[in-house]
């Protein structure tokens, strides 16, 4: 079994992908360990060893290092198209991460007038209201919604202490340009997936009620900690992208390496 190594410091890439073309990483997280609110049973980089969604005390960046590191990059990157919050873990649990998107904005005029923000997100945070409020300056908020049942999502997502699924998606409703990111997986030990009938169901249901710009549909790439997670086929991601599209008019891309 593979697990992705975290990232060594603020700034990775250029990192070229299909969804956001090439794009600089930002980690504004721990470097030592991974700190989430989620331990998603697939997540590559493997067990989430602080698991939280009351971060402080950790040791994050400054915002003035994360700035400094963003303002050198983008010297040497200036043209890149995207900058995306991203990492070891869940970017929005850094307690400044409101004063750094506010510190891009004021460096983007002078600096890479074009470039547009990113960040892959597991929503958790959305109920504070500065969070929420931080999300709307983003080109493309790419937020993570795997169920759509309470059971599901304590099975897939095995979230921290007091995230609750219906938080997530009350905070997710009204997010301009909302793109919801989806990873689906089977399971060959009996224990609940999410491609499930009722929880397909549950999850189509939800997806309903966001109205999302986009929908992106995935499966575990690597080899993932927990050995009962199955990867779902590319022909089987794509019928269910195109029952999704047929049952809500929504747009829904599956993706596979
Ligand atoms: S939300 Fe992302 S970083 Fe956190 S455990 Fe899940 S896959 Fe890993």
């Not at 794509?238 to 999704?244: G, P, T």
Request: hydrophobic fraction near 40%; proline fraction near 9%.
């Amino acid at each position: 079994m593979r697990i992705l190594p975290l990232e060594s410091g603020i700034i990775y890439g250029p990192l070229y992908s299909r969804r956001l073309d090439r794009s600089l990483g930002l980690n504004i997280l721990p470097t030592e360990y991974k700190l989430c609110s989620f331990d998603c049973v697939y997540c590559h980089y493997g067990r989430t060893r602080v698991k939280t969604l009351t971060p402080e005390g950790h040791d994050f960046p400054s915002v003035p290092r994360v700035l400094k590191a963003i303002q050198k990059a983008l010297g040497r990157y200036p043209n890149v198209p995207y900058l995306t919050f991203s990492g070891n873990g869940e970017p929005t649990l850094h307690p400044h991460f409101p004063e750094i998107v506010d510190g891009i904005r004021r460096l983007r005029p002078t600096l890479a007038p074009d470039l547009k923000l990113a960040i892959f997100s597991n929503a958790t945070t959305l109920a504070q209201p500065r969070v929420r409020a931080t999300l709307q300056h983003f080109d493309a908020p790419i937020l993570k919604l795997d169920a759509g049942d309470p059971e599901t999502f304590t099975a897939v997502n095995r979230p921290a202490h007091a995230v609750e699924l219906s938080d997530i998606i009350a905070g997710m409703q009204g997010i301009p340009n909302l793109i919801v990111q989806s990873v689906l997986i089977d399971r060959t030990d009996g224990e609940v997936s999410n491609i499930q009938e009722a929880a397909l169901e549950a999850w189509i249901e939800a997806l309903v009620i966001l109205q999302p710009s986009h929908v992106q549909i995935y499966s575990t790439d690597y080899p993932v900690p927990d050995a009962g997670v199955e990867r779902v086929p590319p022909y089987k991601l794509q019928q269910i992208a195109e029952r999704v599209h047929d049952r809500t008019g929504l747009t829904v891309t599956p993706y596979w390496l």
